[in-house]
């Protein structure tokens, strides 16, 4: 909890000379504050984390828009008050964004990856968490996989752990074109043995690290305990740069 004094003073720093910063957990926060912290912030500051600030909704993402237009990372990650409107504020803002962490935001839906897809972000778009978003499917994965074909993608980190709505044909049309991947997280996905074959195989000369758990819960056509023998077989044998493997 940040009490009046240490905030003002906090604006006051941000404001002059502050180019990284973590507010997680600043549960006082909420739109009006982001408004004054990122207000005269905008030159400097290039790397902004306000996961579970609870209080912080598409407001408080239209004035980070508006003002800080160097970011390249953004961590706005389980605040449930933030919507679609909000992701389009910082989309269609933030030119030079290169990580965007959105994961549990109870609120958007698959616009929210439209608006993402019909940016110019996408292109430069290195790391996207989207984990734990259930209003997201594959046909959302699809249409931002399509976006991507026209040119030439940065995609490294992709995080969609937790989507148990997304669809084995949503990721795999994605990471037909996402093809730099090196860090992969698809745990309780509806996912399957066949489908991680099919993925080492786009991945085969990038992938470094990869989570795939499947869980009894999500429905899949493959062991409800994880994945079966084969499937990691085939993993360690053509994924070549694999360094770290959870299941």
């Known amino acids: 909890f940040i009490t009046e004094s240490a905030y003002n003073g906090l604006v006051l720093i941000i404001q002059n000379s502050l180019s990284y910063v973590s507010l997680h957990k600043c549960i006082s926060l909420n739109s009006t504050s982001i408004g004054y912290l990122s207000r005269g912030s905008g030159f400097h500051l290039l790397?902004?984390?306000?996961?579970d600030c609870y209080e912080v909704g598409d407001g408080g993402l239209q004035t980070i828009g508006e003002n800080c237009f160097n970011i390249t990372r953004l961590n706005i990650s389980?605040?449930?008050?933030?919507?679609n409107k909000g992701i389009f504020a910082i989309i269609s803002q933030l030119k030079l964004l290169t990580n965007l962490l959105m994961s549990n935001l109870r609120k958007i839906t698959n616009g929210s990856l439209q608006y993402i897809g019909r940016s110019k972000v996408l292109h430069r778009m290195e790391e996207l968490d989207i984990g734990n978003n259930n209003n997201l499917c594959g046909d959302s994965l699809t249409f931002l996989a399509n976006q991507a074909n026209s040119f030439q993608n940065a995609m490294k980190i992709f995080l969609l752990n937790g989507c148990k709505t997304i669809t084995r044909k949503g990721i795999l049309c994605a990471l037909t074109y996402f093809?730099?991947?090196r860090v992969l997280d698809c745990r309780d996905c509806q996912i399957d043995d066949k489908t991680l074959g099919k993925i080492a195989a786009l991945l085969c000369s990038t992938l470094t690290a990869l989570k795939a758990g499947y869980s009894k819960n999500v429905p899949c056509h493959g062991d409800e305990n994880g994945p079966g023998n084969n499937a990691l077989f085939v993993l360690i044998t053509i994924c070549s740069r694999l360094e770290s493997l959870t299941i």
């Open 179 to 181: 093809s730099n991947v």
């Open 78 to 83: 389980n605040n449930s008050k933030i919507t």
């Open 47 to 51: 790397s902004l984390d306000i996961s």
